[in-house]
């Protein structure tokens, strides 16, 4: 019998996975609450007869739901919180023991852990799943990483790992593991890509203020870093080649008319961006190159306040730009520095994860992961991906994974090789006054991360005094450590 599945939701996303299922003859319906979107979906389907054979588009659920024989599994495309919840208890009363249920939005993952209990009360399984490469990898292969219940996930293997990007021959779809791991494996994606978004345009601004670069080579860079060398076949540095240089049909620059301003879809509190900066601060780990990404556009968002700021805080608009010298030798700085600035971000975003599966004994399994994001996804980046391939290759499956993914030695290697040129590029940005948030946050990262001096010794004597909060001793040649509750009436009487 031929395959079939439901596709609830037929925005960009849901749409064109409709078609790529169709394209591997898996037969397609496909439910929207918004009749446009099913409108759209014939109109589209008019002009193909194949794609008209395998998919059909409903505008009432009860037909939808009516469509099936036997299990079902039904793939959600909606966005995230209420939506979802409304669309599921709509379909409580068609639902039955055995079916399967794949949510292929962002979700924080407690919601998809609820939702994981309510479903399994009535037999449902219900998988967690990041789908990743935006809508032109949900028509020709995302990266996916399910989560859930690992029958349910058997059920419905099959189905994603035919329409899954691939790399060679591997499908770029694995289980990740129980509960909400697939959800928080697609969050912690995301912010990985933020900081990424962050350093490459960081990079861009460097390029053109800095280095005084023409657009056209400005295009040329990106796109010969993305031939070879460390940021080889990176899917972010690709498309800065294609954009850097793109013109509108008014002859002008696109990006030097874009407004500065990015929002976070309608409702600023929410999404995969401040769940992982939210994240990063539960599972106390340092994730300063993602945040920084983040804050950098949290504050891009409040362009009114920046217009009143600007107008006043005249010193930092108007200081001397320090000049500097040869742009040939600085480019390639430039690259070395991208390079650790991404790393950073995969870092602290796989330490996030490990944290993760350590807190709630998920037993994530990191060269996994890395599996899934080698084709189809945003953070795509074949060097990186290969260095932390690597670097976790001892993992064995059903272990959790190292606490601090940076102690490996084949990962200190790349910082050894690349953080000169950081720094290097951190300074120069400094003296020009160039925006590098997420650079500097990485630099300093690995400053602090790699130091047996933090000023924390004197933060820890700041709050004794105050707090009485104690401290342990070091030796004076800084080796051993002399646990204790030490304590200083530091207010002399
Ligand atoms: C992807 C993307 C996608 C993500 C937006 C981010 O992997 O295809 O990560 O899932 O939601 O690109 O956009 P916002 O940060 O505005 O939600």
Not at 218 to 235: D, K, V
Not at 252 to 260: G, N, S, Y
Not at 472 to 482: P, R, T
């Amino acid at each position: 019998e031929m395959d079939h599945i439901g596709i609830i939701g037929a925005g960009s996303m849901g749409l064109n996975m409709s078609l790529l299922f169709a394209d591997h003859d898996i037969r397609v319906s496909v439910f929207d609450v918004s009749g446009k979107n099913i409108d759209q979906l014939h109109d589209l389907l008019e002009s193909d007869e194949k794609q008209r054979k395998f998919v059909t588009g409903y505008k009432e659920l009860k037909d939808f739901m009516n469509s099936f024989k036997g299990e079902k599994t039904l793939l959600l495309s909606l966005t995230h919180g209420k939506p979802v919840d409304e669309v599921l208890s709509k379909l409580r009363e068609y639902l039955k023991k055995g079916d399967t249920i794949i949510d292929g939005g962002n979700e924080w993952y407690l919601e998809t852990e609820r939702r994981q209990k309510e479903m399994k009360d009535i037999g449902v399984g219900y998988i967690g799943t990041g789908v990743s490469g935006g809508y032109q990898s949900a028509r020709r292969g995302p990266s996916l990483s399910p989560g859930g219940d690992r029958v349910a996930y058997d059920k419905v293997k099959h189905l994603l790992e035919k329409i899954a990007a691939r790399d060679g021959d591997a499908p770029c779809v694995d289980y990740v593991g129980v509960g909400g791991s697939g959800h928080y494996v697609k969050m912690v994606h995301n912010g990985i890509e933020q900081g990424m978004l962050s350093i490459t345009s960081e990079a861009h601004e460097i390029m053109k203020s800095v280095l005084g670069f023409s657009h056209e080579r400005i295009a040329r860079t990106f796109t010969e870093w993305n031939s070879h060398g460390p940021l080889r076949n990176n899917f972010l540095v690709r498309i800065c080649g294609e954009i850097a240089a793109r013109k509108d049909d008014k002859d002008k620059f696109i990006v030097d008319v874009i407004e500065d301003r990015v929002v976070q879809d309608s409702d600023a509190s929410e999404g995969t961006g401040v769940w992982t900066v939210k994240e990063a601060g539960e599972r106390h780990v340092p994730c300063p190159t993602i945040t920084s990404a983040h804050f950098l556009r949290t504050a891009s968002a409040h362009r009114d306040d920046r217009e009143k700021i600007h107008e006043q805080w005249k010193k930092i608009r108007d200081e001397p730009k320090q000049t500097i010298e040869a742009p040939e030798r600085i480019v390639e700085l430039l690259e070395s520095a991208v390079h650790a600035g991404f790393l950073a971000s995969f870092i602290q975003g796989m330490n996030l994860v490990a944290q993760a599966s350590i807190d709630f004994g998920w037993k994530l399994h990191l060269p996994t992961i890395l599996k899934v994001w080698r084709n189809g996804c945003i953070i795509e980046a074949e060097y990186i991906n290969q260095v932390l391939s690597e670097a976790f290759a001892d993992q064995s499956k059903g272990s959790e994974p190292l606490r601090h993914v940076a102690t490996s030695p084949r990962i200190a290697q790349e910082i050894n090789d690349s953080y000169s040129a950081l720094r290097r590029i951190v300074l120069i940005a400094l003296h020009q006054d160039a925006h590098v948030p997420a650079l500097s946050a990485s630099l300093e990262y690995f400053k602090y991360e790699a130091s047996l001096h933090l000023p924390t010794a004197f933060m820890e004597a700041q709050l004794d005094y105050f707090g009485g909060h104690s401290y342990d001793l070091v030796s004076e040649d800084n080796l051993k450590i002399e646990k204790g509750h030490h304590h200083t009436e530091w207010k002399k009487p």
